[in-house]
């Protein structure tokens, strides 16, 4: 879901987000190609796990070194007792913590490997590689009986003269419908390159290609490549697609228009790529229950065009773009923002509405439903407390007349208290992390001046409920409050 959240890579970069939000890189969006319940599974038990992180972490006393926190699930949800924390100074993992590292900024799952244990993909984008202070790196952490441990290999970057930030970008499917998991890394540069599967505990890997979505010269080819990428079959082939989100602009700050990547027998092309609407972060699901993926892109803050155009309502309170998935790949576009049909609240200028969404069957449906963050929302005169919003899926798509959900820190129920600031939906996933079948909620939030926080909110069958919600921050995972270590600002997918 994984700027996630997706952490400023550079002073620029840092300076172009609104509303206040910390920043550097990251994914929120489902990566799973089969429309049931998107889930990673660390251990093999059945349940849905979460790997989230503190990339802001210090470790050994470096400042934004960053750690990864997983939490397994159980009959009764996530919580802080039955969890995995993971830094470059945990045994076997590659590397060392270091300032500046942000372990953790990006992270991709999949079962790499092939021993029936989902593993994680983990980039560390500020890594100092050699004379290279933000060169970047990758390691991929093994999933075993007992979740993630320090098992785990380095991806080293081809091409380290090339670009920085290796890493920064993640997305794990089967591109090439092998079934064996792939890997695309992202970077700096507007090339991407995909890892094809056959990855073993030794660092093999059966190939690596590049590929390049189309670059409107001038405008979207700026050194911070992709915003992001989600993995996920939108036109039903079985074979996993990869939506690229547009490439950051250094003169307006915004982005350009997003590409949709079939796979194919070898892998991805360019060549083939198809224009969509423009978004910061994109979750790939079937909405309405008809076989294929719908991409769903959030434009949080103010965006434009390839030429310039502003993107309808992007500069007040921002929209979701829905692009429903067909036999031929994307298709129609429906927007969705705060003023649409009985969805709560109002568009106001700066709620960040789309700065982060997922989709999950909450109530065991067939159709996907989709939870949208807005964390700069103003609440009851409290200014950027956040909230998130639950729209449910149907036949005819997103039900945007009846049925939503709206959540934030002082809904009866919910943990904690509306605070300023506390950018409550800074991340979000929707995951079966109790074995029930259904989709259950987790926020992240930059909770006590940039600390973090985590909420569960589960599903009861039929909705989101918050019976049996719990949270917990950063001290409860064995993660340092010095600085702002932000726990759960990047959930992988």
Do not use: C
């Amino acid at each position: 879901m994984h700027l996630h959240t997706r952490l400023a890579l550079a002073t620029a970069t840092a300076a172009a987000l609104t509303g206040g939000l910390l920043t550097f890189a990251a994914s929120p969006a489902t990566a799973a190609d089969s429309f049931k319940v998107a889930k990673a599974d660390f251990n093999g038990d059945g349940i849905g796990d979460i790997a989230t992180s503190a990339v802001g972490a210090y470790v050994s006393g470096h400042k934004n070194a960053g750690q990864v926190v997983v939490l397994y699930g159980s009959a009764s949800g996530v919580t802080s007792a039955k969890r995995t924390t993971i830094s470059q100074n945990t045994s076997g993992v590659p590397g060392t913590a270091e300032a500046g590292d942000f372990f953790g900024a990006e992270m991709a799952y999949a079962d790499f490997n092939g021993d029936g244990y989902d593993d994680l993909a983990v980039g560390a984008p500020g890594e100092k590689v050699g004379t290279d202070t933000d060169g970047g790196g990758v390691a991929i952490l093994f999933g075993s009986s007992s979740g993630l441990t320090g098992k785990a290999v380095d991806l080293p970057d081809p091409a380290p003269s090339s670009h920085d930030f290796w890493g920064k970008d993640l997305a794990a499917g089967d591109f090439d419908g092998d079934g064996k998991a792939d890997l695309v890394v992202g970077s700096s540069s507007s090339t991407l390159y995909l890892y094809k599967g056959g990855f073993t505990t030794s660092g093999a890997y059966g190939s690596r290609s590049t590929v390049k979505p189309p670059i409107i010269s001038g405008t979207n080819d700026d050194p911070y490549g992709p915003m992001s990428l989600t993995a996920g079959d939108v036109n039903g082939d079985g074979r996993t697609d990869l939506v690229v989100d547009g490439y950051e602009t250094q003169t307006s700050y915004g982005w350009n228009t997003n590409y949709w990547l079939p796979g194919g027998a070898s892998g991805l092309s360019g060549s083939t790529a198809k224009a969509l609407k423009p978004g910061i972060i994109t979750a790939i699901g079937d909405i309405n229950g008809d076989g294929f993926g719908d991409i769903v892109s959030g434009a949080g803050w103010d965006a434009t065009t390839g030429d310039g155009t502003p993107v309808p309502d992007s500069s007040n309170g921002g929209r979701v773009n829905v692009t429903y998935g067909s036999a031929s790949g994307p298709a129609g576009t429906t927007g969705i923002s705060q003023n649409t049909g009985s969805v709560p609240g109002t568009s106001e200028k700066g709620d960040g509405f789309g700065w982060d969404l997922d989709l999950g069957d909450v109530n065991g449906d067939g159709y996907q439903d989709l939870v949208v963050s807005s964390p700069d929302e103003d609440i009851d005169g409290v200014t950027d407390t956040g909230m998130v919003t639950v729209l449910y899926g149907s036949a005819s798509g997103v039900n945007t007349a009846s049925g939503a959900q709206a959540f934030e820190q002082n809904t009866p129920g919910v943990p904690g208290t509306s605070e300023k600031s506390d950018l409550f939906g800074a991340d979000v996933k929707l995951d079966d992390v109790t074995g029930d079948g259904k989709a259950d909620l987790v926020v992240g939030s930059y909770e006590n001046s940039g600390n973090g926080g985590i909420t569960y909110l589960p599903s009861d069958g039929t909705k989101i409920t918050t019976s049996g919600s719990r949270s917990f921050g950063p001290s409860n995972v064995s993660v340092s409050t010095s600085g702002t270590p932000q726990l759960g600002a990047v959930f992988a997918d």
